[in-house]
Each structure stands twice: as C-alpha cells, then as structure tokens.
C-alpha cells in the first residue's frame, strides 16, 4: 500500500531534550516536506527536500534540522525543543514538484507536546 | 507569509443545506488544490484545478478557479454529516519554486 508513515503518533517531552520524528514514504517520491498545524493558521512549511542530500528552509525552520541520506526518509530533528514547539507535525511527499498539481501525500501526524 | 486567506474560518450547518467556502489571495497561482482533513488524520487531495476559469464537480462538491488565477472556491449541494471536516486550499506560484502554500483552513461540522 503506497503510504507516508510518520513515527511517533504522540510525543511528549521536556524543554531542551533533543528528540526526532521519523517519515518514511514507500512510492518513491523524489520530493518530501514537513508541515507544523496549528489552530488558525492553517499548514506551515518547515523544511522541504527535492531529492536526496537537496534540502531548503520553508517558511518556518527555525529550531528544526532536517536530513536526507535516502530517498524514502526524511527525519525531523528538534535539537533543543522550545514550548512553542507543540504542535501537529505532517510530513508529506509527492513526485517532483513542477507547480503543475502534483498530489501531496500525508502521514498521519505527530502530536508533539513540549512541557 | 500567510499567501491563502480562507473564509470562513468555522462553519456549521443542517444536514441538507448548501454551502461555500472561499480562498483568496494577492498571489497568482499556477495551480490550486483543495484538501479535506479529518481528524486524527493527515490531509487528503480532493481537486486540483491549473486553468483560470476552471470548474471541477467531483460529486457533490463544485470547485472553481477564478480567472486570474488568484482565488477559488469550493460550493459543498446538500452537504451530508460525511462532508464534516477541515478544508484547506493550497496553491502553487513559480515564484515560491513551486512550493504549496496552505490557506489558514475552513473547519465545517455539518449537523444531523
């Protein structure tokens, strides 16, 4: 089945402890990006790659890191999380972007609490 | 850069009524997509419109793409309990290396 699996579902941590969100996706994609929701403001870009080792800072990256060894994963790394980090976390990927409507394919989130 | 505003924000209706709901921007876009997301889940592609002017019916749901490319909208006919959830637009502009912008969402909960 072609999905984009993200890892955990549920996080809660503490201020400063270094963690990271795991995305998988199996349909080959060349391109892949994470998103943060929150209520009222809609899907914030956080990082986005184009293809392995190509990664470029979406429109919110501060306080993230992201990688690209391979073409099916794209980890999102919180070196030093903030409060204002909590949030809904999205990962998706699809096939090269050319703005002409490729589909985005979703994993099914991240909860992220930081205490 | 909030590119996508969506109005309204919260909507909720009978069983049976039809409804519209609105993105709108100052950006030309090459392409616009809606979205429908439930909860606990990701977001799912419903359309993707590319052309000014463009109407797209997937069932119930009407989409249209204004013609100078800077809004769309999306018309819902006798909306079912089913339809309830978030709705996002997102749209593409070369200026932006083709990267998809969200709007800020429409949460419609269509009552029974």
């Known amino acids: 089945e072609a999905q984009v699996t993200q890892n955990p579902r549920y996080l809660i941590t503490v201020t400063g402890k270094k963690l990271t969100v795991t995305c998988s996706q199996n349909?080959?994609?060349?391109?892949m990006s994470w998103y943060r929701q929150d209520p009222g403001l809609g899907l914030r870009q956080i990082y986005y790659?184009?293809?392995?080792?190509?990664?470029d800072k979406g429109d919110v990256p501060e306080g993230y890191k992201v990688s690209r060894k391979e073409k099916r994963n794209f980890p999102l790394i919180l070196e030093s999380p903030s409060p204002n980090q909590t949030s809904l976390y999205f990962c998706a990927s699809s096939p090269l972007r050319t703005g002409k409507g490729e589909k985005l394919f979703f994993g099914s989130g991240t909860q992220l609490s930081v205490l | 850069t909030q590119l996508l505003e969506q109005s309204p924000q919260f909507l909720s209706i009978q069983e049976g009524e039809n409804l519209t709901v609105y993105c709108n921007s100052s950006?030309?876009?090459?392409?616009l997509q809606w979205y429908r997301q439930e909860p606990g889940e990701g977001p799912v592609l419903l359309v993707t419109?590319?052309?000014?002017?463009e109407v797209k019916k997937l069932k119930r749901l009407t989409f249209q793409f204004g013609d100078a490319r800077k809004d769309s909208s999306l018309h819902i006919t006798a909306a079912q309990t089913g339809d309830t959830g978030l709705y996002l637009c997102?749209?593409?502009?070369?200026?932006?290396?083709?990267?998809?912008?969200f709007g800020t969402g429409t949460s419609l909960t269509v009552i029974p």
């Open positions: 349909m080959n994609h060349e391109y």
């Open positions: 997102a749209g593409a502009t070369p200026n932006t290396g083709n990267q998809f912008y």
């Open positions: 419109v590319v052309t000014g002017g």
């Open positions: 950006s030309v876009f090459s392409s």
């Open positions: 790659s184009m293809n392995v080792e190509v990664t």
